[in-house]
């Protein structure tokens, strides 16, 4: 099985800070990864998918970048809505699904 | 519009079966991926189980052999047979669909499932 390592496991950042979110993948994925976005007792929110693509709807304060192992997602500018628990996705087999163990954003 | 609707959880004993439910409106499960996703209390993301439109299935090493996926055409819903529970297979069940050429675009609420004596 692919293994997803991803860091921090905890942010502390203020509104209109600038962040980002590692994601390593124990062999490489190409392009096949996904990042997701979830509030305390809600279900998880697609943001981005195939390392790059901006899932519709979402703000264009998120972006992501990589490819092969390595994978990043970036919040350009914070808001209060975004403090929530990141966590990346690789889809290289949809047999075999793998998440990262997550990065949760907290207000400094 | 598309919605995923789970039902089924509760409280059982280990050793016990259950199975979970989730009614798909705004789309025809048969044509995508659909899968589950359980996520233990207070840790991170599990994915479960995945049923292909052609109908193959696939699961995690931890289910193998208890779980079972299925899909109900005419119901339009996606199924989960839980067999030989554990303590460790307590966690919130979503389902969610895979879009093509992305991932999980759409997840149901979620359904606790307690294994607890």
């Known amino acids: 099985d692919i293994q997803m390592t991803q860091s921090p496991s905890t942010l502390s950042a203020s509104v209109g800070d600038r962040v980002t979110i590692t994601c390593r993948a124990s062999?490489?994925?190409?392009?096949?990864l996904a990042w997701y976005q979830q509030k305390p007792g809600k279900a998880p929110k697609l943001l981005i998918y195939k390392a790059s693509s901006l899932e519709s709807g979402v703000p264009s304060r998120f972006s992501g970048s990589g490819s092969g192992t390595e994978f990043t997602l970036t919040i350009s500018s914070l808001q209060p809505d975004d403090f929530a628990t990141y966590y990346c996705q690789q889809y290289n087999s949809f047999s075999s699904i793998t998440f990262g163990r997550g990065t949760r954003l907290e207000i400094k | 519009e598309v919605q995923l609707v789970e039902t089924g959880g509760g409280l059982i004993q280990p050793g016990g079966s259950l199975r979970l439910s989730c009614a798909a409106s705004?789309?025809?499960?048969?044509?995508?991926?659909m899968n589950w996703v359980r996520q233990a209390p207070g840790k991170g993301l599990e994915w479960v189980s995945v049923?292909?439109?052609?109908?193959?299935?696939y699961y995690a090493d931890s289910v193998e052999g208890r779980f079972t996926i299925s899909r109900d055409n005419s119901k339009n819903t996606l199924y989960l047979q839980m067999n030989s529970l554990r303590a460790e297979d307590t966690a919130v069940y979503y389902c969610?669909?895979?879009?093509?050429?992305?991932?999980?675009?759409?997840w149901g609420q979620g359904t606790l499932v307690t294994v607890s004596s």
């Open positions: 049923i292909y439109s052609g109908g193959s299935t």
């Open positions: 062999q490489s994925i190409s392009s096949w």
């Open positions: 705004g789309f025809t499960v048969s044509s995508y991926y």
């Open positions: 969610a669909r895979t879009r093509p050429g992305s991932s999980f675009d759409y």
